[in-house]
């Protein structure tokens, strides 16, 4: 009898305690106000790009070839040029 009211109060803590943690979740959202990085990093592309209207290098190669990657910081003052070999 004991042993049974144990795991009935153990399966109660188990299925309640998922719906508390729902409840208590903090709602994101974005603002215009952002707090965050006041830059982001654009691609620039190489010539040898594939498709230039993704997001990220697809490069037609030759094996035992290299080149560099550029991207442009775009930041509120002024863009920096970085380069990345």
Known sequence: MVIKKRWIVLLM??????LLMLGSTNTVRADD???GAQ?????VYPANQTDK???YFVLKV????????VFRCKTR???ILGRSN
Do not use: E, H
């Open 77 to 79: 003052v002024k863009p």
């Open 53 to 55: 209207t993704l997001g």
């Open 39 to 43: 830059f982001y990093l654009a691609p």
């Open 62 to 69: 030759t094996q035992g070839k290299r080149g560099q990657s």
């Open 33 to 35: 106000t952002a707090t």
């Open 13 to 18: 803590i188990f299925l309640v305690t998922p």
